[in-house]
């Protein structure tokens, strides 16, 4: 990157701050800002400068991927801990140190899984195994339904409504 005068770095400094080229140019001391300020933004060595300044301010407000994974991986290992502030009638309960429960580190987990690939058998065991489970819980369903029909509850539960319904108590009597 080529060096910049002492002129061309305030501009810079100063477009960066305010986004105004010529109200950079004024305040980094040039004659007639207006023109200026453009013509500094079209040459390659202050227009390299500034990219460079505002991708590095970039990088630090925004969270890389890496980083993102190591700190879903400190939450799954339970290694971060937090401080809680619990409100009751007595105060305030402060909780030092307390570690990622069961359900975060799952989450942490899962997080994670979702960036790596499995590899295509793994896919067909797992979309296999929620087949499997789907199946077993609409078994489960079914006989629950059989058993309620069978013992007749269903049907004096239905037929409480409908007396309900009409005006009646529930108690499925007919009124004499």
């Not at 990219?51 to 969270?63: D, Q």
């Not at 987990?109 to 793994?122: A, Q, T, V």
């Not at 296999?128 to 058993?147: F, G, I, R, S, W």
């Given at each position: 990157m080529?060096k910049l005068?002492?002129?061309?770095?305030r501009?810079?400094d100063?477009?960066?701050r305010?986004?105004?080229?010529?109200?950079?140019?004024r305040?980094a001391?040039y004659?007639?800002p207006?023109?200026q300020?453009?013509?500094?933004?079209?040459k390659?060595?202050?227009?390299?400068?500034?990219n460079?300044?505002?991708e590095?301010?970039?990088?630090?407000?925004?969270?890389?991927?890496?980083?993102?994974?190591?700190?879903?991986?400190?939450i799954?290992?339970?290694?971060m801990?937090?401080?809680?502030?619990?409100?009751t009638?007595?105060g305030?309960?402060t909780?030092?140190?307390?570690?990622?429960?069961?359900?975060?580190?799952t989450t942490a987990?899962?997080e994670i899984?979702?960036?790596?690939?499995?590899d295509?058998?793994g896919?067909e065991?797992?979309?296999?195994?929620?087949?499997?489970?789907a199946?077993a819980?609409a078994?489960?369903a079914k006989?629950?339904?059989?058993k309620?029909?069978?013992?007749?509850?269903?049907?004096?539960?239905?037929?409480?409504l409908?007396?309900?319904?009409?005006g009646?108590?529930?108690?499925?009597?007919a009124d004499?």
């Amino acid at each position: 990157m080529a060096k910049l005068t002492e002129k061309q770095h305030r501009f810079a400094d100063e477009y960066i701050r305010l986004g105004n080229a010529t109200e950079a140019a004024r305040l980094a001391g040039y004659k007639k800002p207006n023109p200026q300020g453009t013509e500094n933004l079209a040459k390659p060595s202050i227009k390299s400068y500034i990219n460079g300044v505002l991708e590095e301010m970039a990088s630090k407000r925004i969270m890389q991927a890496s980083e993102a994974m190591e700190l879903l991986t400190t939450i799954a290992r339970g290694e971060m801990e937090e401080t809680m502030y619990i409100g009751t009638s007595d105060g305030v309960i402060t909780i030092e140190d307390k570690k990622p429960d069961i359900n975060q580190r799952t989450t942490a987990l899962k997080e994670i899984l979702k960036r790596y690939p499995i590899d295509r058998e793994g896919k067909e065991r797992l979309l296999q195994a929620q087949a499997d489970k789907a199946t077993a819980e609409a078994a489960l369903a079914k006989n629950k339904a059989d058993k309620l029909t069978q013992s007749g509850k269903v049907n004096e539960l239905l037929q409480s409504l409908l007396d309900v319904k009409s005006g009646g108590d529930g108690s499925g009597q007919a009124d004499v």
